[in-house]
């Protein structure tokens, strides 16, 4: 019982000697628990919010007949969803901004339209389910040169050092943004167009 009352009165004259430093710890505790239980929450949020990777380059198709030496060259947009929901993508998801530029470029997508003997049409919006992906047609090879050529031409001379710096962005249905990669082979065919409609402008 002496023990147990020397341990007593121990610990009465430890919380006496440090009372304004406990009484300091109890809001700093609950400052704590309100921070990690706001973290916990926004975590949750980010979870669910729609998380895509996205690249474009081009594809070439390969025909069935050894003698035929077409290659129908397409870009195509792949896009991953990293999120835990599936995610929605709509018609118009593809679009071109330029820096200083107001307007962006919006892109239709060739694969929601019949007509090409080479890619199948689909039906938009396509959803793609957590974890998996999903492979866009959105030009053939000719619309794409129009397209880079179209812009430079109409882009005064003293913006269009600009258009190299172009990026390109995919759009969820959620109105969610992600910018997009840019594969080798699509930038140099880019970068080879807007020089020859340089020298076009200079001729």
């Not at 896009?79 to 599936?86: A, V």
């Not at 929601?112 to 039906?123: F, L, M, P």
């Not at 619309?143 to 600009?162: G, K, P, Y």
């Amino acid at each position: 019982m002496l023990a147990g009352a020397e341990m007593d009165g121990t610990l009465e004259l430890f919380f006496k000697a440090h009372q304004y430093t406990i009484a300091a710890l109890g809001p700093a505790v609950s400052l704590l628990a309100a921070v990690v239980s706001l973290w916990l929450g926004l975590t949750a949020v980010r979870e669910k919010r729609t998380n895509l990777k996205c690249t474009m380059d081009l594809i070439a198709i390969y025909t069935s007949n050894p003698d035929d030496d077409r290659r129908p060259t397409y870009v195509a947009v792949t896009i991953i969803n990293r999120g835990i929901l599936p995610a929605s993508i709509p018609f118009d998801f593809l679009f071109w901004r330029t820096p200083f530029f107001r307007n962006i470029g919006i892109v239709s997508a060739h694969d929601a339209y019949a007509g090409d003997e080479w890619i199948a049409r689909v039906t938009y919006p396509v959803e793609i389910a957590p974890k998996a992906s999903h492979q866009f047609i959105v030009q053939d090879i000719s619309m794409f040169r129009e397209q880079v050529i179209s812009d430079a031409r109409e882009t005064h001379a003293n913006r269009r050092f600009l258009l190299p710096f172009q990026s390109a962005w995919a759009r969820s249905a959620d109105r969610s943004i992600f910018r997009i990669r840019l594969g080798r082979d699509l930038k140099a065919m880019k970068a080879s167009l807007l020089a020859e409609a340089a020298r076009d402008a200079n001729a």
